[in-house]
């Protein structure tokens, strides 16, 4: 079995319920840019996670989704020595879509970035998706 991206980044489950969850990241220097700082794009990937999650987690079993739009807003730097918690928390869902929202925050609550996104709803797992899920580590 491989390990998801979200493991290899270092992602670690906190509360996952219907419609919500949370996330913790404890930085460390791969996640950092060039300038010393978390690189956004480690921002991002934290926030497509967390939200994502928060509507995954109230799927049925044969649905499946994929982001459509993500919108990241940083708001302020995050350094070396935090730990980051990413929120989602699923607005409104339909049939096709889904409207969620999120943020990163440090321990001490600052807030980090600010993410929107829509997310498309798939009725049916193809052939090529279910055997990719049955071959890789879904937060254990």
């Known amino acids: 079995m491989t390990k998801t991206f979200d493991k290899k980044l270092g992602v670690i489950p906190v509360i996952s319920k219907k419609g919500y969850c949370k996330f913790k990241l404890k930085v460390k220097p791969e996640h950092l840019n060039c300038g010393g700082i978390v690189h956004g794009g480690v921002l991002a990937s934290l926030c497509d996670i967390a939200l994502a999650s928060s509507l995954t987690n109230s799927l049925q079993k044969d649905e499946w989704c994929v982001t459509a739009e993500l919108n990241v807003y940083f708001l302020s730097p995050a350094f070396p020595a935090n730990t980051l918690f990413a929120h989602g928390r699923l607005i409104r869902r339909g049939n096709t879509l889904a409207f969620v929202e999120g943020s990163v925050e440090t ?31 879904i937060f254990e």
């Open 107 to 137: 321990k001490d609550k600052k807030q980090i970035v600010r993410a929107q996104g829509i997310w498309v709803i798939k009725s049916k797992l193809s052939k090529r998706i279910k055997k990719t899920k049955s071959q890789i580590r």
